[in-house]
Nanobody, 115 residues
Framework: QVQLVESGGGLVQPGGSLRLSCAASGSDFSIYSMDWYRQAPGKQREWVAGITSGGNREHVDSVKGRFTISRDGAKNTVYLQMNNLKPKDTAVYYC?????????WGEGTPVTVSP
């Protein structure tokens, strides 16, 4: 059974940092492209960052220079390091894995940025 489990979310003050983790199981996720999305209250889900099986990565403009996606193949885990967090980053963050037209999703981890 394929499973993605996010962790690391929480409450943080503006300017603070969090590292989200997405632990994958049930498949060889080293061949998957992995992405982070987020959904703020009342808004549509938006793509935040992605990393290919080869390690190429991209980030949405609004987080460039602050967020970094990475992956550890040995641990089947993808990370999102988030620095200099802002209130507008408040959202539920979701991990997804895609390969050969199949996409898997985790259930999300909430991030709240507030004084």
């Amino acid at each position: 059974q394929v499973q993605l489990v996010e962790s690391g979310g929480g409450l943080v003050q503006p300017g603070g940092s969090l590292r989200l983790s997405c632990a994958a199981s049930g498949s060889d996720f080293s061949i998957y492209s992995m992405d982070w999305y987020r959904q703020a209250p009342g808004k549509q889900r938006e793509w935040v960052a992605g990393i290919t099986s080869g390690g190429n990565r991209e980030h949405v403009d609004s987080v460039k220079g602050r967020f970094t996606i990475s992956r550890d193949g040995a641990k089947n885990t993808v990370y999102l390091q988030m620095n200099n967090l802002k209130p507008k980053d408040t959202a539920v963050y979701y991990c997804s894995g895609a390969h050969d037209g199949i996409v898997y999703w985790g259930e999300g981890t909430p991030v709240t940025v507030s004084p």
